[in-house]
Structure formats: structure tokens, C-alpha cells
């Protein structure tokens, strides 16, 4: 993995940065800044929105965890679907990470336990223990092709979209660097920032309204930052502004 995510202390100053974001590309890595000690720093506080989203749909009946991941590879273009990526990373890990996101964040980040905790109570972990979501004994899992139209991916950049707004209100990180950490850190097929652009801030907002409106969770509720862009017509490419100019 390329990259490093160089979190910045309430006490770090500029010159200890530099020194770091020089090192990772000695490295041969690609720094990004993270501009306040946040809780998941950029990537794993986006991943944990798009889990939430996908362990909930599932938990709610909407959808099968096969549905999911066929429609998040397949339709979608990432290269695991949410499932699949939670047994590869370790569910006894997603878990874990899970809980210190909704103590910091609390109702927006609140993750599905329903879902993931009967797992890692029976220590099935994932890929590294032979089942999860999935049974790894024979290799990576099969996902089925015919299913990718069961969910709608709207819903997953949705939700990152939202949260990548969330890390730009806090001032913890700038779109250019949350876009580079999930195409880097993730191997999205685009960072969620250039994604809401070429979509349609717009879109996206009117997205996460339909599912709070559905739903009534914290999850969907708009940050009130997108709300801002769009009020002011920052609607992305076809406003000639949005995340980017």
C-alpha cells in the first residue's frame, strides 16, 4: 500500500510534518494529511460509514449480503464488495473499530452489532480464520454476477460522500487529500469528493435525504456543510464548482 496518512497533534509542528511527508515519499509512499487528531483518521472513518450502511440494509432485510457485494463490485466498481472487504480486513478488527467510531462520533457512526458481533463471538473472524461473512477455506469467495442489481450503490457513496463532507467541516482533512486516501488506502475506483462532483452534490444530497426521510437515522442526515454547497450552487462539474473549482 502507497499510502500514509500523517495525522497532525494539537502540539505538531509544521516542521515535524514536513520532515514526515518528505520521509513517506523517500519511501516511495504518497502522504496525505490528516490536519487534526480525529477518530479514524480519513480512511477508516469513510470505510466505517460505507459498513454501517451496507451491515444495516442487511440487518433491515432490504438486501443479501451477496446482493450487496455483487452490486458494489459489479455495478459499483470497487474491487471487493463490503462484506467480503470486512473478512479480508478481520471482522474481529471491523468490530473492534466499529465500537470507537460511535464513541466518538455516536449516533451517526453507530455500527450494526446485530450483524458482526455473533461472529466474533464464535471467533470467526474472516479470511484469516477460514470463515466470516464467507467461507474462505477454498479461496476467495465467489460472489455471483446475476446479483448486482439487487442494491443500489447510490447509497454506499452516499454515505462516504457525507462523511468525507463531515471531515471537511471539522477541518481535518482537504478533498484532495480524502480523495487520494480512499483511491490509495482502499483502491476506490475514485475518491468520494471527485465522485459528488461528477454525480451531482446535488444528487448526493437528495440521496442521503430520501434514506433519513426512509430510515430516520443519524447515518443519512445530511452534514450541514453539503447542505451549504448546494444552497450556494455548488452542485460539482456542471456548476464548474463543488468540492473543487
Known amino acids: 500500500m502507497t499510502l500514509v496518512e500523517v495525522i497532525k497533534g494539537a502540539e505538531t509542528s509544521q516542521k515535524t510534518i514536513t520532515t514526515l511527508t518528505e520521509l513517506a515519499k523517500k519511501l516511495g509512499k504518497t502522504p496525505v494529511i490528516v490536519r487534526r487528531d480525529v477518530r479514524g483518521f480519513i480512511v477508516n472513518r469513510i470505510l466505517g460509514s460505507v459498513f454501517n450502511e451496507a451491515f ?29 472487504l470486512a473478512d479480508f480486513v478481520g471482522l474481529d478488527i471491523a468490530y473492534e473499530v466499529g465500537k470507537i467510531l460511535y464513541d466518538a462520533y455516536g449516533e451517526r457512526l453507530k455500527p450494526c ?16 480464520t477460514g470463515t466470516g461473512f464467507y467461507d474462505w477455506t ?53 475518491g468520494p469528493c471527485e465522485y459528488a462532483d461528477r454525480t451531482g452534490l446535488d444528487i448526493m444530497l437528495n440521496k442521503l435525504k430520501e434514506m433519513h426521510d426512509k430510515h ?5 442526515r445530511p452534514c450541514p456543510l453539503l ?9 460539482g462539474k456542471k456548476a464548474e464548482r463543488g468540492f473543487y473549482k
Not at 470497487?78 to 462484506?83: D, L
Open 138 to 190: 477454498k479461496g476467495r469467495p465467489r460472489i455471483q454476477f446475476n446479483l448486482l442489481d439487487e442494491y443500489d450503490v447510490e447509497r454506499s457513496w452516499a454515505v462516504a460522500v457525507n462523511e468525507a463532507t463531515w471531515l471537511i467541516h471539522d477541518d481535518a482533512a482537504n478533498p484532495e487529500d480524502i480523495d487520494a486516501g480512499m483511491k490509495l488506502g482502499t483502491f476506490w475506483p475514485s
Open 216 to 220: 430516520n437515522m443519524e447515518m443519512y
Open 227 to 235: 447542505e451549504e454547497y448546494v444552497n450556494k450552487g455548488w452542485t
Open 56 to 84: 444495516w440494509a442487511f440487518e433491515r432485510g432490504e438486501v443479501t449480503k451477496e446482493g450487496i457485494d455483487a452490486s458494489v463490485k459489479y455495478t459499483g466498481g470497487f474491487p471487493m464488495g463490503w462484506f467480503e
Open 113 to 128: 452489532i446485530e450483524v458482526i458481533e455473533p461472529l466474533v463471538k464464535e471467533k470467526k473472524f474472516g479470511q484469516k
